[in-house]
């Protein structure tokens, strides 16, 4: 079972990291900048808006939409399985939980809406699966340990420096800092589980 929840962290946060990139690539005149963009930019279907200062035109908002909710989805299932026997079993499903229905309202409510539901989404997804990363990686027994207090620490920390230091300039970084902390997170503890269960495998067939 932990193997799969390896596998299954390792692909949602590739499929993820991959998705913006092909929604950023599309973008031209101007093109996307990771720095200065906000990552929900690259969600907004056309036509071509400015918002404030930033030009919005992202052609594949429907890919980046997509990888919001298979993050979102991804993550709940890897966080259900784990929790099954896990000590920390309710508040590692309420923060996944959490998780996959901020990513749902993002992609269902772009920024371009003006809804508030897009601002919880953000808030929930940011903020459950780091919480859920931290809740998870620290428990006794689980692996990278330091890791799993460190990237969520670090993305909370961004999240708080967010629209404070570089206003308008680099509000990209702090942004992704929350959110790639959660998707560095998945990808690190899902390959642990994935090496823990083949050293586990190898002891069997040694015995």
């Known amino acids: ?10 692909v949602t946060g590739i499929q993820y990291v991959v998705l913006e990139a092909v929604a950023a690539a599309a973008w031209n005149d101007p093109s ?12 907004v279907p056309g036509p071509r808006s400015d918002s404030g200062q930033r030009v919005i035109d992202s052609p594949l ?19 259900l ?9 309710l508040p590692i499903t309420a923060f996944v939980v959490a998780h996959a229905v901020g990513n ?20 929930l997804a940011i903020a459950g699966g780091n919480a859920a990363a931290f809740t998870i990686g620290t428990a006794k027994g689980s692996p990278l340990k330091v890791l799993s207090a460190v ?10 420096l967010l629209g404070r230091v570089g206003a308008g300039e680099i509000d990209g970084v702090w942004e992704r800092g929350g959110v790639y902390s959660i998707t560095a997170w998945e990808i690190a503890f899902g390959v642990a589980l994935l090496v823990a269960s083949r050293r586990r495998l190898g002891e069997s067939a040694a015995l």
């Open 104 to 123: 749902v309202l993002v992609a269902a409510f772009p920024s371009s809406t003006g809804s508030s539901f897009h601002v919880i989404g953000a808030t």
């Open 61 to 79: 908002s429907a890919v980046m939409n997509t990888a919001f909710v298979l993050q979102g989805l991804g993550f709940l299932v890897v966080g």
């Open 1 to 10: 079972m932990r193997a799969w929840a390896g596998l299954l962290a390792v």
């Open 32 to 43: 996307y900048r990771y720095a200065y963009n906000y990552i929900s930019d690259l969600g």
């Open 81 to 89: 399985l784990l929790a099954r026997h896990h000590p920390r079993r």
């Open 151 to 160: 990237l969520p620490l670090t993305g909370l920390v961004s999240i708080l």
